[in-house]
């Protein structure tokens, strides 16, 4: 099993740009979110996912996009690139239940100029 | 407001020294807390979970405790070794069908030779 693959691991784009971060899982893991990590900060959920097809807002989702066609992906996108949103983004995902550990990827850092 | 607060936030021992650290939280209703350990560049990797009925769980070298009615888990790393120069993070989910844990901001372990 590869885990929680996540792409591109390195970006940097202008202001205005709009992008998509990948996430693919093959645990067959229902729930995935993606959150930022900023120095000095704990971790931050942007948007989450129970299952295909269902996606909701975690604490910081403006400025952020979320789909879920498939168990196995779940795409982040950028609508219009702010340098505040440069920070480093996680996707990570588990089974069913609160109790279950998340398996998080390695990240992209992602650079706003 | 639920809140996760971990001390120090910042520490350096000596090879093979024993260490503490500390996580106190104000999440309600409490689910379950859990450790995680984030190397520098990676994603988080989860070490051990603490339910509300358990006191003290063993992980190989790490040890976490958990008192419920203060509110209070430390984690405990035994013998430390170069490799556990990491950021550790408490997490702390809650009951009731939340989706959205609580990430404390980490504490940050430099193990020098």
């Known amino acids: 099993n590869a885990g929680v693959t996540q792409t591109p691991k390195f970006q940097v784009l202008k202001t205005g740009q709009s992008m998509t971060l990948q996430c693919a899982q093959d645990m067959n893991h229902e729930y995935m979110s993606w959150y930022r990590q900023d120095p000095g900060m704990g971790l931050r959920l942007i948007h989450y996912s129970v299952g295909a097809g269902i996606t909701d807002q975690g604490e910081v989702p403006n400025g952020y996009n979320v789909s879920r066609s498939t168990t196995e992906d779940f795409p982040l996108r950028l609508l219009s690139a702010a340098p505040s949103q440069t920070s480093v983004y996680f996707c990570a995902s588990r089974l069913t239940g609160v109790d279950q550990p998340q398996h998080f990827g390695d990240g992209t850092r992602l650079s706003i100029l | ?113």
């Open chain 2, 1 to 113: 407001k639920n809140q996760v607060e971990q001390s120090p936030q910042s520490l350096i021992i000596l090879e093979g020294k024993n260490c503490t650290l500390q996580c106190n939280y104000t999440v309600s209703p409490f689910s379950n807390l859990r450790w995680y350990k984030q190397d520098t560049g990676r994603g988080p990797v989860s070490l051990t979970i603490m339910t509300f009925s358990e006191n003290t769980k063993s992980n190989g070298r790490y040890t976490a405790t958990l008192d419920a009615d203060t509110k209070q888990s430390s984690l405990h790393i035994t013998a430390s070794q170069l490799s556990d120069s990491a950021s550790y993070i408490c997490v702390v989910s809650i009951s009731g069908g939340s989706y959205i844990p609580t990430f404390g901001r980490g504490t940050s372990l430099i193990v020098h030779p």
